[in-house]
């Protein structure tokens, strides 16, 4: 159809002739309120920038010689982020001597990955840097939600009324 009588249509029917795809050939036009499409493309803009998901990495630091119960509390860190949401960097961190051998900081790593499989994927495996080696744990599933105390509440009274009479 020629430009012009696309706006002379437009001009009939009292709306605006709004170019949709430029980069097309032949570039396609529509016949429609432009101020209605702005608004709406506008809160579709919005809703997609609500959607986002902000990544949030958090950070274990570990030491190769690390005792049973300290090792046992920094897995339940990692755990508590992973279940979370948030991704994990653990670091194992080297002195002295401890350079020298770096295959205890991969077998840390190798560990603390199958304990805590169940929650998280390695995302970037063991990696020498320096006098660190880290490693990244992805969770599996997303975040679970803490039940707030108005839903423990109705269950608990659910349970309640549920008594067998003899």
């Known amino acids: 159809m020629r430009i012009e009588d696309a706006l002379r249509l437009a001009q009939e029917a009292e709306l605006d002739l709004v170019e949709v795809a430029a980069a097309a050939r032949p570039p396609v036009c529509k016949l429609m309120d432009y101020g209605k499409f702005k608004y709406e493309s506008a809160q579709k803009a919005r809703e997609s920038r609500r959607n986002q998901q902000l990544t949030v990495i958090k950070e274990q630091k570990l030491r190769p010689k690390i005792d049973k119960h300290d090792y046992e509390t920094k897995r339940g860190h990692v755990r508590r982020f992973l279940e979370g949401g948030n991704k994990v960097k653990v670091t194992i961190m080297f002195r002295?001597?401890?350079?020298?051998?770096?295959?205890?900081?991969?077998?840390?790593?190798?560990?603390?990955?199958?304990?805590?499989?169940?929650?998280?994927?390695?995302?970037?495996?063991?990696?020498?840097?320096?006098?660190?080696?880290?490693?990244?744990?992805?969770?599996?599933?997303?975040?679970?939600?803490?039940?707030?105390?108005?839903?423990?509440?109705?269950?608990?009274?659910?349970?309640?009324t549920v008594e067998p009479t003899a």
């Open 96 to 160: 002295g001597r401890e350079q020298s051998r770096p295959e205890l900081g991969y077998r840390l790593l190798q560990r603390l990955a199958e304990d805590i499989s169940d929650l998280g994927v390695v995302e970037a495996a063991p990696k020498q840097d320096g006098r660190n080696m880290t490693m990244v744990i992805a969770p599996t599933k997303k975040p679970t939600k803490k039940p707030t105390a108005q839903s423990q509440e109705s269950e608990t009274e659910a349970e309640a």
